[in-house]
């Protein structure tokens, strides 16, 4: 049985916190457009830094390569207790700074609300959660967001993260991600438009998910064994998506700077596919 490291117990040493580049302006200079546009949902994510790199080249390296959408975590590491899952500082402005970065480039932003493995998270209220969802509501919009509200839920506190998970669809009117016990199986809610599943090894032809539950699954590959899984192993698992017409996502955990190679592959694949 394959097991995970939780965020909370994996310390990555590294970058500066809580500046983000870009401020959200049009890029220096116009992109290449894709030689061809993914026709499903297929990218990637630096998703704990997203707030330390220049958005904008983000968006426009994600265009170029014809990716389709990105990920973050909405508490994300904007400061070293975050790195230990024991903070739950968030900035909903600069989330809005890189969502609209994405949506100039067309590319639907994943917001991973909250994350079950964080010790601070799983401590807070109902109302806390609720206040969250509600600033992004009313700040960042719908359009182009994939919200997810709770990543890796379990019946743990009494089964708060389900109560979370069914407020985030009750509330957001967008398109709506859910997240299996532990990142896999069907989620505990209704209602949701995609499932979220966590590999923790590569997919394959045979293997990667078209389905859960009933409804498109994204391949992610947030899983210890392959969250930051390299251009060599992201094009493998990339050109069976492809192949089979299924959503991927690379989960950059890891990633202090934007991983140019990895989009690199991807806009190969996608433009080979």
Not at 18 to 43: D, E, H
Not at 59 to 76: F, Q
Not at 188 to 211: E, I, M, P
Request: proline share 4%; net charge neutral; glycine share 8%.
């Amino acid at each position: 049985m394959e097991t995970k490291l939780t965020r909370r117990e994996f310390i990555v040493a590294g970058a500066g916190l809580t500046v983000i580049q870009g401020a959200g302006r049009p890029s220096r200079k116009n992109p290449s457009p894709p030689v061809k546009r993914a026709s499903v949902l297929i990218g990637y994510g630096l998703v704990n830094l997203w707030h330390t790199i220049d958005c904008q080249e983000l968006a426009d390296l994600l265009y170029s390569a014809g990716c389709t959408m990105t990920e973050i975590e909405y508490v994300a590491w904007f400061n070293e207790a975050a790195r230990k899952g024991r903070s739950i500082e968030t900035h909903v402005e600069l989330a809005k700074i890189f969502v609209d970065a994405m949506r100039r480039r067309n590319i639907t932003t994943m917001i991973s609300l909250v994350n079950w493995n964080a010790e601070a998270v799983r401590q807070q209220d109902d109302a806390w959660f609720q206040e969250r969802l509600n600033e992004i509501i009313h700040r960042i919009g719908t359009k182009k967001v994939m919200m997810m509200g709770v990543s890796e839920p379990n019946a743990d506190e009494n089964g708060k993260a389900y109560r979370w998970m069914e407020y985030t669809v009750k509330e957001w009117k967008g398109l709506k991600i859910a997240n299996g016990d532990n990142g896999r199986g069907d989620p505990t809610v209704k209602g949701f438009d995609l499932v979220d599943w966590h590999w923790c090894g590569d997919f394959n032809v045979q293997s990667v998910r078209l389905l859960t539950a009933g409804k498109p699954t994204v391949n992610n590959t947030d899983c210890w064994p392959v969250l930051n899984p390299g251009p060599d192993r992201a094009r493998t698992m990339a050109q069976a998506a492809l192949q089979r017409k299924a959503n991927f996502n690379v989960y950059g955990f890891n990633d202090t700077k934007i991983d140019e190679d990895v989009i690199h592959v991807l806009g190969e694949c996608i433009r080979d596919a």
